[in-house]
């Protein structure tokens, strides 16, 4: 027996932060990114509520200290509602404080109403029982899986993402490209989530680039903000479709590289695409007649986003091209040499990335079994 499941409730579309005017009633603690209070930006939610105390101290790759300092601010709030607004690492970090602070004796058994409001469109965490919190001293990510992190309450508001970067549009487009590719082919993915990767994949190739084009500014109207509200519905599917299927070797590298040279979670993703695609569809030469699993879903994946070719091979093949041509759209560094990692830096650390990847959670549902020497040989194609 299966099951596919998800508790959180999305609000979307232009004006659904006024679901907000629910909480008015309540003590709500608002956790987010510094810059979102400095821009100002935060007003449209605080705007929404009456009582309501923010704790600003979120940095990006949350680390465990922050958890910490946040349970403080939890504990001495008590609010009865927790709204996370900013990108993943706001998110992130809020689901950690309150995983940690819902432990406390203090709070043990009390319930609390938790919304997130995605500043960004690419982790997904909105929907997602995981959260990565970093430990800055080792150089490592830890991915915290639990599905009582998963938010209540999910706002993807549209206008909130209007004003983000170019570049940050682009870096968090490729992370969900890449949830989606991944939970397409995991060991646990089902037809459930297939139809939610596949709308999210489908998406992003259509919509990333016009979204990575936009002007950034605040309040485009509906129609010009048409990409970016698509993007931002994508980043949601495929974090619905990861939390179910759970995501694979592509997610253990990046969580070691980012961990160790702070390139971008998504654009560390990005760079290692082409190569763990290659690797997980395993095509030897010409004269194969079996496909692996994973080949067969990236050809049927191909096919149904109309890339398809005349057998598996040509079709994974065309998949890749279509990857490829996206980054180059969106101006997406294709190599870690091209993000200023000094070669040898990058060598010395091969041995630890591996090692981190080989024990990092989300390589147990990849479609093809890695080893130590796979790692190193993707490492070394993707420098
Ligand atoms: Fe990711």
């Given at each position: 027996?299966?099951?596919?499941?998800?508790?959180?409730?999305?609000?979307?579309?232009?004006?659904?932060?006024?679901?907000?005017?629910?909480?008015?009633?309540?003590?709500?603690?608002?956790?987010?990114?510094?810059?979102?209070?400095?821009?100002?930006?935060?007003?449209?939610?605080?705007?929404?509520?009456?009582?309501?105390?923010?704790?600003?101290?979120?940095?990006?790759?949350?680390?465990?200290?922050?958890?910490?300092?946040?349970?403080?601010?939890?504990?001495?709030?008590?609010?009865?509602?927790?709204?996370?607004?900013?990108?993943?690492?706001?998110?992130?970090?809020?689901?950690?404080?309150?995983?940690?602070?819902?432990?406390?004796?203090?709070?043990?058994?009390?319930?609390?109403?938790?919304?997130?409001?995605?500043?960004?469109?690419?982790?997904?965490?909105?929907?997602?029982?995981?959260?990565?919190?970093?430990?800055?001293?080792?150089?490592?990510?830890?991915?915290?899986?639990?599905?009582?992190?998963?938010?209540?309450?999910?706002?993807?508001?549209?206008?909130?993402?209007?004003?983000?970067?170019?570049?940050?549009?682009?870096?968090?487009?490729?992370?969900?490209?890449?949830?989606?590719?991944?939970?397409?082919?995991?060991?646990?993915?089902?037809?459930?989530?297939?139809?939610?990767?596949?709308?999210?994949?489908?998406?992003?190739?259509?919509?990333?680039?016009?979204?990575?084009?936009?002007?950034?500014?605040?309040?485009?109207?509906?129609?010009?903000?048409?990409?970016?509200?698509?993007?931002?519905?994508?980043?949601?599917?495929?974090?619905?479709?990861?939390?179910?299927?759970?995501?694979?070797?592509?997610?253990?590298?990046?969580?070691?590289?980012?961990?160790?040279?702070?390139?971008?979670?998504?654009?560390?993703?990005?760079?290692?695409?082409?190569?763990?695609?290659?690797?997980?569809?395993?095509?030897?030469?010409?004269?194969?007649?079996?496909?692996?699993?994973?080949?067969?879903?990236?050809a049927e994946l191909a096919e149904m986003?109309?890339?398809?070719?005349?057998?598996?091979?040509?079709?994974?093949?065309?998949?890749?091209?279509?990857?490829?041509?996206?980054?180059?759209?969106?101006?997406?560094?294709?190599?870690?040499?091209?993000?200023?990692?000094?070669?040898?830096?990058?060598?010395?650390?091969?041995?630890?990335?591996?090692?981190?990847?080989l024990s990092d959670s989300c390589i147990?549902?990849?479609?093809?079994?890695?080893?130590?020497?796979?790692?190193?040989?993707?490492?070394?194609?993707?420098?």
């Amino acid at each position: 027996m299966e099951e596919f499941f998800n508790k959180t409730r999305i609000y979307f579309g232009s004006g659904s932060l006024s679901h907000l005017l629910a909480y008015q009633s309540q003590r709500c603690l608002v956790v987010a990114d510094p810059f979102l209070v400095q821009s100002g930006l935060i007003g449209r939610v605080t705007e929404q509520l009456q009582e309501f105390e923010i704790f600003d101290q979120v940095v990006p790759d949350p680390p465990l200290e922050l958890v910490v300092t946040g349970i403080q601010a939890l504990l001495a709030y008590r609010p009865q509602v927790m709204i996370a607004v900013g990108g993943g690492s706001a998110i992130d970090a809020a689901k950690a404080i309150l995983q940690f602070g819902r432990q406390t004796q203090e709070l043990k058994g009390q319930s609390l109403t938790f919304a997130a409001i995605p500043t960004t469109s690419g982790t997904g965490s909105e929907v997602t029982s995981f959260a990565v919190i970093t430990d800055p001293k080792k150089g490592v990510k830890y991915p915290l899986v639990d599905a009582a992190m998963r938010p209540d309450v999910a706002i993807l508001d549209p206008q909130l993402v209007t004003s983000v970067p170019a570049v940050i549009a682009a870096d968090t487009g490729m992370d969900v490209l890449t949830h989606g590719l991944e939970a397409y082919v995991s060991t646990k993915a089902t037809p459930f989530t297939d139809a939610l990767a596949l709308q999210a994949i489908r998406d992003v190739f259509l919509y990333l680039p016009l979204s990575v084009q936009a002007k950034a500014e605040p309040a485009l109207d509906d129609a010009k903000a048409q990409p970016r509200a698509r993007m931002h519905y994508a980043s949601c599917m495929a974090g619905l479709a990861f939390d179910a299927a759970s995501l694979g070797l592509n997610h253990a590298i990046a969580h070691n590289i980012g961990g160790k040279f702070h390139v971008p979670h998504g654009r560390a993703n990005a760079i290692l695409l082409p190569h763990v695609v290659r690797f997980n569809a395993g095509l030897s030469d010409y004269a194969q007649r079996e496909f692996s699993p994973a080949a067969r879903k990236y050809a049927e994946l191909a096919e149904m986003l109309g890339f398809g070719g005349v057998s598996v091979r040509t079709s994974v093949r065309n998949l890749l091209r279509q990857i490829d041509r996206l980054q180059q759209q969106i101006q997406m560094p294709q190599r870690f040499r091209d993000c200023g990692i000094e070669e040898t830096q990058y060598q010395a650390a091969a041995e630890a990335v591996a090692t981190g990847t080989l024990s990092d959670s989300c390589i147990a549902t990849n479609p093809r079994i890695a080893d130590r020497r796979a790692v190193a040989e993707i490492l070394k194609q993707s420098y």
